[in-house]
């Protein structure tokens, strides 16, 4: 592993204290079965051997990269002469390839309590350590993960930097909202775990105030290989449209949250954290088409526990589509959201034109955490293509959902499965589906209560 990915490195001599509160629901999850962590370790050990194969890989890619003039570095956005291609020069090289097809992935918010924080301490093996293994939580799923190329997540608590203490969500703040923050070796494991692609505009992004924010970028600036927007480091910095490049597609992805606990700290400049507004948004979505074939844009709106679209989430969500926006990846509501396809209200169509289709998910619930109801924590993995065709044009097609479940019990610990794999015999021993006569049945009645199947092939 190459030393600039060796998250213990700098730690290991030095382990900090933690934080510890109250878990809300069970047990403190300390302990982890026996079958997930060995799997995990597994796991770890095929990632570590990815990353070597994929370091060389990337330095190849740099070079070819560099050879047609086209900036790829994760994260940094290349002006638009750079990836600018006339609609015949992709047509040509559409028809001369055939269709080209990108795929990704995507899970809602990453929610670390306490509870889900001390599972990882436990996974990396002595607890009260300092150190971590995350990689536990997303077990389940690392077989979409692996297979798609795009991979999504929602840094939901942030990582502001260890020597501040840990918290799970202690009420520190003046409104009694939780407090997050997050050990950095989360970040180091959802980039190694294979996420490529996430947001840090959320309502907890100001937890740990305008220093926490600025420390959080700086631990996402040591992996590059991440995709981050919501949070910026400067001016000049907001001003960056995070642009990439997947099998000869070009991507812009932006981020914005509808607010934050406790509001703006005193002093905070409007660069720091992208809000939803109009303006902003309009200006900006304009540059990434400018920049990129396809435009993808999270928000964190709605309400918490809350299944239907919400009013901003309706209003938002047609205001992307009117700007052509490609896909929408909306989260906040710890629960499950509709997933629609809303047409551009705003264009004006030649006769016969058919109007521009933005795929909306309204949320796609949590891919870990310690939320109280049995709705919490039910969730899945969006899965969609992107799709050149021989016209050189871009679309979202084959949307697709598999159900998730995330599963704890008093001494086994946080992790996520696959309704598939999520026996009767498992459910039986979580704290929160343990009591219920039909668990798999619920949990499945309730996805398809949500999921609209006529919209998204759901993988029961």
Known sequence: MPESHDKHAKRKATPRARHTSTPRVGGVGSAVEPEALEAARTQRARIQGRRKIAGVAVALACVAVLAIGIALALGQAPDSASVSQSASTKAEAAAATGPTTVSLSAVGDNLIHTPVMQTADAAEGTMDDGLYDFTVLYQGIAPIIESHDINFINIETPMAGDEKGFSGGEVRSVSNAPVFNTPSDNAADIAAFGFNLATTATNHTYDMGLEGVLAMNEIWAEHP????????????????????????????????????????????????????????????????????????????????????????????????????????????????????????????????????????????????????????????????????????????????????????????????????????????????????????????????????????????
């Open 225 to 460: 290989e991440v995709v981050v927007a919501g949070t910026y480091s400067s001016a000049e910095d907001r001003e960056n449209i995070r642009v990439f490049e997947k099998n000869g597609i070009t991507f812009a992805f932006l981020a914005y949250t509808t607010a934050v606990n406790d509001g703006v700290p005193d002093g905070a400049p409007d660069w720091a954290v992208a809000f939803v507004e109009d303006d902003v948004i309009t200006s900006e979505v304009q540059r990434a088409h400018e920049l990129a074939d396809c435009v993808i844009v999270a928000v964190s709106w709605g309400g918490e526990d809350y299944t239907d679209i919400a009013i901003d989430q309706r209003k938002y969500g047609q205001f992307l589509a009117n700007l052509d926006v490609d896909l929408v990846l909306g989260f906040h509501s710890h629960t499950l959201g509709p997933i629609e396809w809303v047409e551009n209200r705003a264009a004006q169509l030649a006769p016969g034109e058919a109007p521009h289709r933005t795929l909306v998910t309204y949320s796609l619930g949590d891919i870990t955490g310690n939320m109280p109801k049995a709705q919490n924590n039910v969730t899945g993995v969006f899965t969609c293509d992107f799709v050149r065709d021989e016209t050189g044009g871009v679309s979202v097609a084959n949307p697709g959902w598999t159900p998730c479940v995330i599963h704890f019990s008093g001494g086994g610990g946080y992790t996520v499965y696959q309704l598939k794999d999520y026996t009767p015999e498992l459910a039986a021993t979580s704290d929160i589906f343990g009591g219920m006569e039909d668990p798999i049945g619920w949990i499945k009645d309730f996805t398809l209560q949500v999921i609209d199947p006529q919209v998204v092939q759901v993988s029961l």
